[in-house]
């Protein structure tokens, strides 16, 4: 009995619980157990006295791939409306949430908060923290499967926050996602779609010789031009769950239009570096997955014809269950866009190179164990007419290889 209630001692005070085999290793152990306990119950109840004595709208956003671009994004319309604070990219947000709220003041208006889920009921401690008023769902795909199990865990777990919205609240969802637009069903809030055939939808794509975009943003009846200086069609879809977002918060127009065109792309994201020794170099390194990386080797392809392109591909982790499935189908994917070489890093990546060499050979596929191994084999392929693709999960530490390159 006294173990029992010792448990329950540690599992208030330590939140959200992490695998047990992640407790110790994942984060600092001071920052685990003494300080962000602390922070997490000083963010929760600033924020209340914020919404009680200020006028801060929380925007929260979740989804499989998009999370931080749509952030940015939001951030970059919002900012100029109002004070805006938003998450930082790159922290994991059990810290960045508590972190974000605190940086808030009495003259706050926005407050974007990036919710990425990697374990069951992750999101209940989000939502402990702060409920949104508009919640923004990117999509859902095979990512973390790992511990959510699923596909359908992955939509379950983003789905609570959609489910938590107040009717007065917004849901802000992707209609060309199946899932996504199912939690429609779940709210009582109001809810706006945004995708193909939706009422907030992207069209006349056109993409400039200097590799930025232009598209129609429609938004109901109106509909206005944007620039926006990045390439990539996933970008296209951020911006239109940004835009949406922004509309439910009474942004006109035009003002998203500015917003979305003084958007620039964080570092190791679909970043297009032009090098005179090394041609292009596609970094997408900040992290992947099996949705993002076929994204990402499409927009690869669309850039790069009659470039030599090779490849530098590593792990996409905690996949659990599907790891071998999701890395032979981007590996199937891979063995289409026309690689000479491909460098797989890490264990996972195997099964990578085994299905796209039945594409471009045994000879030009090569497995290795870190960022190191893989740039000493790239290197000598590198020329002024070679076009280079860089994906793989944080953890494999990819983005140090192209900084050694440029």
């Not at 008023?133 to 990512?143: E, F, H, K, Q, W």
């Not at 939509?155 to 919205?165: N, P, R, Y």
Request: hydrophobic fraction near 40%; include cysteine.
């Amino acid at each position: 009995m006294q173990t029992k209630k010792v448990s329950k001692l540690i599992s208030w005070w330590v939140t959200p619980k992490l695998p047990p085999e992640d407790i110790f290793a994942k984060h600092n152990f001071v920052s685990q157990w003494i300080t962000h306990p602390i922070k997490r119950r000083l963010a929760k109840v600033y924020l209340s006295l914020l919404r009680r004595f200020g006028n801060i709208k929380v925007i929260g956003i979740t989804g499989s791939t998009g999370k931080t671009t749509t952030t940015e994004i939001l951030a970059s319309i919002l900012k100029r409306a109002g004070k805006t604070i938003w998450s930082a990219e790159g922290v994991d947000p059990v810290y960045n949430i508590p972190n974000t709220i605190l940086k808030a003041n009495l003259k706050t208006k926005f407050l974007i908060l990036e919710m990425s889920v990697e374990y069951i009921n992750e999101m209940d401690f989000y939502l402990w923290l702060a409920k949104p008023d508009i919640g923004v769902i990117t999509n859902i795909a095979t990512t973390h499967t790992k511990y959510l199990k699923s596909k359908e865990g992955v939509a379950k777990e983003k789905g609570k926050m959609i489910q938590s919205l107040s009717q007065n609240g917004y849901a802000v969802l992707n209609k060309d996602d199946d899932l996504v637009s199912s939690f429609a069903k779940m709210t009582s809030a109001k809810v706006i779609y945004f995708g193909k055939n939706a009422e907030i939808s992207g069209t006349k794509i056109y993409t400039n010789q200097d590799l930025s975009m232009d598209f129609v943003l429609n938004m109901g009846i109106s509909s206005e031009k944007i620039h926006i200086n990045a390439f990539g069609n996933q970008l296209i879809n951020n911006s239109l769950a940004a835009s949406s977002a922004a509309s439910a918060l009474g942004i006109e127009l035009p003002d998203i239009a500015q917003g979305i065109s003084a958007f620039k792309l964080p570092k190791h994201r679909l970043n297009i570096i032009r090098s005179e020794k090394n041609g292009i170099i596609f970094d997408d390194t900040y992290n992947s997955n099996p949705k993002a990386a076929c994204e990402s080797l499409d927009t690869f392809k669309a850039i790069t014809e009659g470039k030599n392109k090779i490849a530098v591909i590593g792990d996409m982790l905690e996949l659990g269950k599907y790891e071998e499935e999701t890395h032979r189908e981007l590996g199937r994917k891979a063995g289409t866009i026309g690689f000479s070489s491909l460098v797989g890093v890490g264990d996972a990546s195997r099964f990578v190179l085994e299905e796209a060499s039945l594409k471009i050979g045994d000879k030009n596929c090569f497995l290795v164990r870190d960022s190191v191994e893989a740039l000493e084999i790239v290197r000598p392929f590198l020329d002024k007419n070679s076009a280079l693709f860089v994906k793989g999960s944080r953890s494999m530490h990819l983005d140090k290889l192209v900084e050694e390159l440029i």
